[in-house]
């Protein structure tokens, strides 16, 4: 969640700079409730023991309201496309989600 939270931050800025400032808050989804808690209340930050300095970033982000984390169930997640073995149902999901079609197909 860090890395793709500075990188997100990394390309606001390059489209601000650009003269295309985005729309924010920018939604980062993950499938780790746990994770979504810890970026989100700071209370239960503090209690935890060994807490990566990487989460900083991510709550630092929050309460600036650059970002906003939402939870997506782990089969909802597109990029299981790209790097699970899925079942016929599982890929026909994901690649309607993405609008992909078989070119192929008899029409």
Known sequence: MTNVTSKLNWIRDLLTKNGFPPECPIKLYGDNKTTIHIAENAVFHERTKHIEVDYHIVRKKLEEKITVVKHVSSGHRLA??????????????????????????PS
């Open 80 to 105: 299981k496309l790209l790097t699970k073995p899925l079942g016929r149902t599982q890929v026909d999901f994901i690649c309607d989600k993405l609008d992909m079609y078989d070119i192929y197909a």
